[in-house]
Nanobody, 126 residues
Protein backbone atom coordinates (compact mmCIF):
# COMPACT_ATOMS: atom_id res chain seq x y z
CA UNK A 1 0.00 0.00 0.00
CA UNK A 2 1.42 3.34 -0.99
CA UNK A 3 -0.27 6.70 -0.99
CA UNK A 4 1.12 9.94 -2.32
CA UNK A 5 -0.67 13.23 -1.91
CA UNK A 6 0.13 16.30 -3.96
CA UNK A 7 -1.37 19.54 -5.18
CA UNK A 8 -0.82 21.73 -2.14
CA UNK A 9 0.60 25.19 -2.29
CA UNK A 10 0.13 28.81 -1.34
CA UNK A 11 -3.29 30.26 -2.00
CA UNK A 12 -4.98 33.48 -1.00
CA UNK A 13 -8.01 33.47 1.27
CA UNK A 14 -11.10 32.76 -0.80
CA UNK A 15 -9.11 30.82 -3.36
CA UNK A 16 -9.27 27.19 -4.40
CA UNK A 17 -6.97 24.21 -4.54
CA UNK A 18 -7.43 20.65 -5.67
CA UNK A 19 -5.51 18.00 -3.81
CA UNK A 20 -4.84 14.65 -5.39
CA UNK A 21 -3.73 11.35 -3.96
CA UNK A 22 -2.50 8.42 -5.99
CA UNK A 23 -2.70 4.94 -4.54
CA UNK A 24 -0.63 1.94 -5.55
CA UNK A 25 -0.10 -1.58 -4.38
CA UNK A 26 -3.57 -2.50 -3.21
CA UNK A 27 -7.10 -3.00 -4.54
CA UNK A 28 -8.00 0.68 -4.34
CA UNK A 29 -11.68 0.25 -5.04
CA UNK A 30 -12.13 -2.07 -2.04
CA UNK A 31 -11.49 0.55 0.62
CA UNK A 32 -12.70 3.82 2.00
CA UNK A 33 -10.38 6.76 1.53
CA UNK A 34 -9.85 9.69 3.88
CA UNK A 35 -8.42 13.18 3.94
CA UNK A 36 -7.17 14.46 7.27
CA UNK A 37 -5.10 17.51 8.13
CA UNK A 38 -2.66 18.66 10.77
CA UNK A 39 -2.38 22.36 11.43
CA UNK A 40 0.57 23.75 13.40
CA UNK A 41 -0.03 23.38 17.11
CA UNK A 42 -3.42 21.77 16.61
CA UNK A 43 -4.85 18.29 16.77
CA UNK A 44 -5.35 16.15 13.72
CA UNK A 45 -8.63 16.96 12.06
CA UNK A 46 -10.83 14.71 9.96
CA UNK A 47 -11.60 16.53 6.74
CA UNK A 48 -13.52 14.14 4.52
CA UNK A 49 -14.24 10.46 3.86
CA UNK A 50 -15.41 8.64 0.76
CA UNK A 51 -16.69 5.11 0.41
CA UNK A 52 -15.04 2.51 -1.78
CA UNK A 53 -17.48 3.05 -4.62
CA UNK A 54 -17.59 6.81 -4.17
CA UNK A 55 -21.29 6.96 -3.44
CA UNK A 56 -21.08 7.89 0.24
CA UNK A 57 -19.17 10.89 1.54
CA UNK A 58 -18.73 12.58 4.88
CA UNK A 59 -17.29 15.98 5.74
CA UNK A 60 -15.94 17.50 8.87
CA UNK A 61 -17.60 20.67 10.06
CA UNK A 62 -14.84 22.87 8.66
CA UNK A 63 -15.18 21.29 5.22
CA UNK A 64 -18.94 21.22 4.81
CA UNK A 65 -20.17 23.33 1.95
CA UNK A 66 -16.69 24.28 0.74
CA UNK A 67 -14.80 21.04 0.08
CA UNK A 68 -15.70 18.16 -2.22
CA UNK A 69 -14.17 14.71 -2.07
CA UNK A 70 -14.23 12.41 -5.07
CA UNK A 71 -12.42 9.39 -6.44
CA UNK A 72 -11.63 7.75 -9.74
CA UNK A 73 -11.27 4.03 -9.18
CA UNK A 74 -10.05 3.47 -12.72
CA UNK A 75 -7.07 5.73 -12.01
CA UNK A 76 -6.60 4.83 -8.33
CA UNK A 77 -6.99 8.47 -7.41
CA UNK A 78 -8.81 10.36 -4.70
CA UNK A 79 -9.28 14.12 -4.82
CA UNK A 80 -10.17 16.95 -2.49
CA UNK A 81 -11.50 20.07 -4.15
CA UNK A 82 -11.18 22.93 -1.69
CA UNK A 83 -13.01 26.16 -2.39
CA UNK A 84 -13.37 29.40 -0.45
CA UNK A 85 -10.27 28.57 1.53
CA UNK A 86 -9.70 30.27 4.86
CA UNK A 87 -6.44 30.96 6.70
CA UNK A 88 -7.36 28.28 9.22
CA UNK A 89 -7.16 25.82 6.36
CA UNK A 90 -3.38 26.09 6.54
CA UNK A 91 -2.20 22.59 7.35
CA UNK A 92 -0.45 19.49 6.16
CA UNK A 93 -3.05 17.40 4.36
CA UNK A 94 -2.82 13.63 4.31
CA UNK A 95 -4.71 10.98 2.40
CA UNK A 96 -5.15 7.75 4.29
CA UNK A 97 -6.82 4.37 4.19
CA UNK A 98 -7.28 1.22 6.21
CA UNK A 99 -7.67 -2.42 5.27
CA UNK A 100 -11.23 -2.64 6.47
CA UNK A 101 -14.42 -2.70 4.46
CA UNK A 102 -16.26 -0.19 6.59
CA UNK A 103 -15.84 3.45 7.49
CA UNK A 104 -12.88 3.88 9.83
CA UNK A 105 -13.97 5.15 13.25
CA UNK A 106 -12.33 8.44 14.12
CA UNK A 107 -9.65 8.05 16.74
CA UNK A 108 -7.85 11.36 16.32
CA UNK A 109 -4.48 10.01 15.26
CA UNK A 110 -2.88 9.38 11.90
CA UNK A 111 -1.68 6.04 13.23
CA UNK A 112 -5.31 4.93 13.51
CA UNK A 113 -5.13 4.33 9.77
CA UNK A 114 -3.14 1.51 8.28
CA UNK A 115 -1.60 3.64 5.55
CA UNK A 116 -1.08 7.31 4.81
CA UNK A 117 0.94 9.39 2.43
CA UNK A 118 3.64 11.93 3.16
CA UNK A 119 1.22 14.86 3.19
CA UNK A 120 0.97 17.95 1.07
CA UNK A 121 1.24 21.44 2.56
CA UNK A 122 -1.54 23.93 2.05
CA UNK A 123 -0.93 27.51 3.10
CA UNK A 124 -3.77 30.01 2.95
CA UNK A 125 -2.40 33.49 3.29
CA UNK A 126 -2.51 36.87 1.62
Amino acid sequence: FQLQAYGGGLVQPGGSLRLSCVATGFPFDDYWMYWVRQAPGKELERVSDISSGGLVTFYGDSAKGRFTISRDNDKNMVYLQMDTLKPEGTALYYCATSRVHFRQPWGGALSDYDYWGQGTQVTVSS
